[in-house]
């Protein structure tokens, strides 16, 4: 299996980014403990700020493609539905992502209790006829559902570069092996977090992120994080900490706990040979690591991004 291979160098590659936005979410709620959108104001401040998260790591991850220079995202492209109890939340999204531009969104409803229907289609026809037209030099997909295998394969068929840019520990071996690599670095912790989503997230689900925590400490003493020393005590601090909603204290332990704990989610071989749990873990442990550390300095700054900018 080929983890990354580099599109030869050039003067000028576009790069088309192809979002399955309801895989995205599902596991970084899952990884948050959150549950699905809702009417609620709070959801939409959150979906406001995946937003510019999408657009911001999509950039990057267009930029990580070449080993020589011009890189440049020309079309963001976003796929997934939402229950009638969700659309404010994602008419949010819609308008946010839309007004930073370059995005072509195609988001539809879908039964409380149904599936989505023709959305994963869309997507693989979009991608399959774009390259077919030589819209773009290099695909970058954002999704571990290995339902596009086949449409991945046939996107190199035709000549293109196809890299997977997602978490490290949800993407489908089937879908790597028919990739050009996978793009660990644009969605993790550190990258993927800006003070924008932190500040949401503590503003509005401070409670849903110290059950979270909660809940991944009682991973780490069950799995097989790889630490560099002993990590009991830092656990039982932190336990004790989130029981108290202590996040000064939460955080410069967690930031502690992190430190122990290798970011093997940022290099794809050595999530290969370290396996998914433990992969799992490790990103899991930054993920909260950076939320508290960039919420807790948004507080004390007051910085945030301002409407219509991407955050840095």
Same mark, same amino acid.
């Given at each position: 299996?080929?983890?990354?291979?580099?599109?030869?160098?050039?003067?000028?590659?576009?790069?088309?980014?192809?979002?399955?936005? $309801?895989?995205?979410?599902?596991?970084?709620?899952?990884?948050?403990?959150?549950?699905?959108?809702?009417? !609620?104001?709070?959801?939409?401040?959150?979906?406001?700020?995946?937003?510019?998260?999408?657009?911001?790591?999509?950039?990057?991850?267009?930029?990580?493609?070449? +080993?020589?220079?011009?890189?440049?995202?020309?079309?963001?492209?976003?796929?997934? $539905?939402?229950?009638?109890?969700?659309?404010?939340?994602?008419?949010?999204? /819609?308008?946010?992502?839309?007004?930073?531009?370059?995005?072509? @969104?195609?988001?539809?409803?879908?039964?409380?209790?149904?599936?989505?229907?023709?959305?994963? @289609?869309?997507?693989?026809?979009?991608?399959?006829?774009?390259?077919?037209?030589?819209?773009?030099?290099?695909?970058?997909?954002? *999704?571990? &559902?290995?339902?596009?295998?086949?449409?991945?394969?046939?996107?190199?068929?035709?000549?293109?570069?196809?890299? @997977?840019?997602?978490?490290?520990?949800?993407? *489908?071996?089937?879908?790597?092996?028919?990739? &050009?690599?996978?793009?660990?670095?644009?969605? *993790?912790?550190?990258?993927?977090? &800006?003070?924008?989503?932190?500040?949401?997230?503590?503003?509005?689900?401070?409670? !849903?992120?110290?059950?979270?925590?909660?809940?991944?400490?009682? !991973?780490?003493?069950?799995?097989?994080?790889?630490?560099?020393?002993? @990590?009991?005590?830092?656990?039982?601090?932190?336990?004790?900490?989130? !029981?108290?909603?202590?996040?000064?204290?939460?955080?410069? +332990?967690?930031?502690?706990?992190?430190?122990?704990?290798?970011?093997?989610?940022?290099?794809?071989? +050595?999530?290969?040979?370290?396996?998914?749990?433990?992969?799992?873990?490790?990103?899991?442990?930054?993920?909260? /690591?950076?939320?508290?550390?960039?919420? $807790?300095?948004? /507080?004390?700054?007051?910085?945030?991004?301002?409407?219509?900018?991407?955050?840095?």
């Amino acid at each position: 299996m080929v983890f990354f291979t580099p599109a030869p160098a050039a003067e000028r590659y576009i790069v088309y980014v192809y979002i399955d936005l $309801s895989n995205f979410l599902a596991e970084l709620r899952s990884l948050l403990g959150i549950g699905m959108f809702s009417g !609620e104001a709070r959801y939409k401040e959150l979906a406001e700020a995946l937003a510019f998260t999408i657009h911001k790591t999509s950039r990057l991850a267009a930029t990580m493609t070449h +080993t020589g220079r011009g890189a440049t995202l020309h079309r963001l492209y976003c796929y997934g $539905s939402h229950t009638g109890a969700e659309r404010n939340a994602f008419a949010a999204f /819609k308008t946010t992502l839309n007004a930073l531009g370059d995005a072509e @969104i195609h988001i539809v409803e879908r039964p409380k209790k149904g599936r989505e229907k023709g959305i994963d @289609i869309k997507l693989a026809t979009d991608m399959l006829a774009h390259a077919a037209w030589d819209n773009y030099d290099i695909a970058i997909l954002v *999704s571990g &559902d290995a339902d596009f295998e086949p449409a991945a394969r046939r996107a190199r068929d035709l000549g293109k570069k196809l890299y @997977i840019a997602f978490y490290p520990h949800a993407v *489908s071996n089937e879908l790597l092996e028919a990739s &050009d690599g996978l793009l660990a670095l644009p969605l *993790s912790p550190e990258n993927l977090v &800006d003070a924008r989503l932190a500040g949401a997230l503590l503003k509005s689900f401070k409670e !849903e992120l110290l059950t979270g925590v909660k809940r991944l400490l009682e !991973e780490l003493e069950r799995g097989s994080a790889p630490t560099h020393n002993n @990590i009991e005590n830092d656990i039982e601090r932190a336990r004790e900490y989130a !029981e108290q909603g202590n996040l000064d204290a939460l955080t410069n +332990t967690l930031r502690e706990l992190a430190s122990k704990i290798e970011p093997i989610h940022r290099s794809p071989l +050595t999530a290969l040979k370290a396996g998914k749990e433990a992969t799992h873990l490790a990103y899991k442990t930054h993920l909260y /690591k950076e939320i508290l550390e960039k919420a $807790s300095t948004t /507080k004390q700054t007051g910085n945030t991004a301002s409407p219509g900018k991407t955050p840095k």
